[in-house]
């Protein structure tokens, strides 16, 4: 090797001096400086060696840039062998690379792609939903649906086209009824991914749907199931910007028959719940399922009766404060919270450390605590949601049981108001009849004050019963009153001025401070008037999104 090498390179170099010898008369010699220059640079040199200082720093300044070019070539090679090292360890890409396998929601198919049984579900359902599937194999799969709602009522359900916003452990469970019930167009409208702790009461979802769209694992799974049923998915985040689009009409220009409000974030609800009440379109909501354990306790009803659930709580102020106070049919649950009892802890000082509350979650607004969930208690308000579409769209007759509702004590809350308004106008206001005066608070204020800011209990005591509102503050002389049409005498009270107490807390609070000369402080702690200040300054926070 090493021979053949040396002769080799012998052989270059004589070849080399040849060439060298033959074009020795057509070379050009290389240029010389001008003869001032060469004088010039003798000088400079010669003084700079005169100086031993100069000639150490002109050293220095060449062994730094000796270094420096050093350093800087050394840094180009290993670039240069790292960028080699890339290139060739990426694969050549074939026709059957999962890489060009792009999902109709834009993803990449996973490198072990589908499973068998995937694929065959994927390719009965695309046959199903071109016709090719026998419709009496439909009829022998919705049978028991058909003895119950009828050939006409079942017919009615098989042409229904149903949104679902929210493909959660409620949502999932909601559209896997309704598929299985024969509902031949489902939309499902959901930004999130399958996580593990989904597994606990998502519908379909396996381990092998872990980080996949929630939308799509819904249709994969429910494809293998009901074949013949259209999915359209929309991978993303409901708002109000995209409302027109998500639940505007199928490809065929019909409107939803219903839809379902699955959504677990407060903003998103609302904006929703607002769009469908205005546009006039059918919808049903489901109110939290989390820290609930009790299905005797889950009742369908109107919005303006659901109780004892922060989200419903905070779901009903906001679409007051939008004037939308009923209307709206809600799933929730009367399950009260007690010792024992699963609950919404608060978030942990470590957390709060990391920075700002609202940049821990994956969007703004959303959870960043796990809620407690049950995972029965999501499916119970998943198929209770999917009973009532059902019910509704084919016209089954149906009687909810209603929960116990409040009007006649909120109505006796009032008329306690009014005789109390009027013995309180005519002590700050002498000479003046408060007979017949006319308060700006109606029985619905009445319950939204006493359900929603104060929780249905005293703010005193926490007790539930013989409940009464009456004014916090002692209002200043000749302040209650207002007679701006003659004959007319108008309070000017206002929801922010009122409490909740019992009948036997507002008589002492009569009888020290707003009959009195006892200020609060005298007669309340500290804790005390803090609590009532929290509630106040609640309710405040509420009144922006009038």
């Known amino acids: 090797m090493e021979r053949r090498y040396n002769r080799s390179y ?12 033959e074009n020795k008369e057509h070379r050009t010699p290389p240029s010389s400086p001008p003869p001032s220059a060469l004088t010039s640079m003798s000088s400079w040199f010669s003084r700079t060696t005169s100086s031993s200082q100069a000639q150490f720093a002109a050293t220095a300044i060449v062994s730094g840039a000796v270094v420096a070019g050093a350093i800087l ?37 996973p490198p072990t792609g589908l499973s068998k049984e995937d694929e065959r ?25 058909r003895v119950f709602l009828t050939d006409e009522g079942l017919s009615k359900l098989r042409s ?9 452990g409620v949502g999932s469970h909601c ?35 872990v980080g996949t769209p929630k939308v799509q694992c819904l249709r994969k799974r429910l494809q293998q199931i009901t074949p013949w049923v259209h999915f359209d998915l929309r991978n993303e985040l409901y708002g109000p910007a995209a409302a027109d689009v998500l639940l505007g009409p199928w490809e065929d220009g019909r409107k939803p028959d219903y ?29 939290g399922a989390g820290c609930k354990s009790d299905p005797t306790r889950i009742f369908i009803g109107d919005i303006s009766n659901s109780t004892e659930d922060p989200l419903s709580r905070s779901t009903r102020r906001r679409l007051r404060m ?18 024992g009892k699963a609950q919404l802890l608060p978030l942990p000082e470590e957390e709060y450390a990391k920075g700002s509350v609202g940049d821990l ?13 049950l995972g029965t208690m999501p499916a119970v308000f998943g198929y209770t949601v999917a009973n009532h579409i059902i019910l509704q769209v084919t016209g089954y007759p149906c009687d909810y049981l209603p929960a116990k509702g409040r009007e006649k004590l909120y109505d006796s809350i009032l008329a306690n108001l009014q005789g109390s308004e009027e013995k309180l106008a005519r002590a700050t206001t002498p000479g003046q009849d408060a007979r017949g005066l006319k308060l700006g608070v109606t029985s619905s204020d009445v319950g939204y004050i006493v359900e929603e800011v104060f929780r249905g209990r005293s703010v005193l005591s926490g007790l539930s019963t013989r409940l009464v509102l009456v004014r916090w503050r002692k209002p200043e002389p000749g302040s209650t009153m207002d007679m701006e049409i003659e004959g007319q005498k108008t309070s000017k009270l206002k929801l922010t001025d009122l409490v909740c107490l019992t009948k036997e807390e507002a008589n002492v609070h009569e009888k020290k401070v707003l009959s009195g000369n006892q200020t609060l402080e005298d007669v309340y702690d500290r804790e005390t008037l803090q609590a009532v200040e929290a509630r106040f300054e609640e309710e405040r926070g509420f009144r922006k999104y009038r």
């Open 10 to 21: 012998d052989r270059y170099r004589d070849d080399s001096e040849d060439d060298w010898e």
């Open 73 to 109: 070539g050394y840094q180009h090679v290993r670039r240069q062998e790292k960028v080699e090292d890339l290139k060739r360890s990426i694969p050549q890409l074939g026709n059957k690379h999962h890489a060009n396998k792009i999902s109709d929601l834009g993803i990449a198919s």
């Open 121 to 145: 579900g994927a390719a009965l359902a695309a046959r199903a939903q071109k016709g090719d599937y026998d419709d009496e194999l439909i009829l022998e799969q919705l049978a028991r649906n």
């Open 160 to 168: 229904a086209y149903i949104v679902v916003v929210g493909c959660g």
């Open 175 to 209: 559209t896997a009824a309704l598929a299985r019930s024969g509902v031949s167009h489902i939309r499902l409208i959901d930004f999130d991914q399958v996580t593990l702790s989904s597994l606990n009461r998502h519908a379909v979802a396996t381990l092998a749907d």
């Open 259 to 287: 839809v379902v409000d699955a959504i677990d974030n407060i903003e998103s609800k609302v904006s929703l719940l607002e769009y469908c009440y205005k546009n006039k379109l059918p919808v049903i909501s489901s109110m």
């Open 322 to 339: 939008v004037g939308i106070s009923s209307g709206i049919p809600v799933v929730y649950s009367t399950e009260k919270p007690g010792p």
């Open 361 to 373: 979650g994956v969007l703004p607004d959303f959870r960043v605590r796990i809620l407690p969930v």
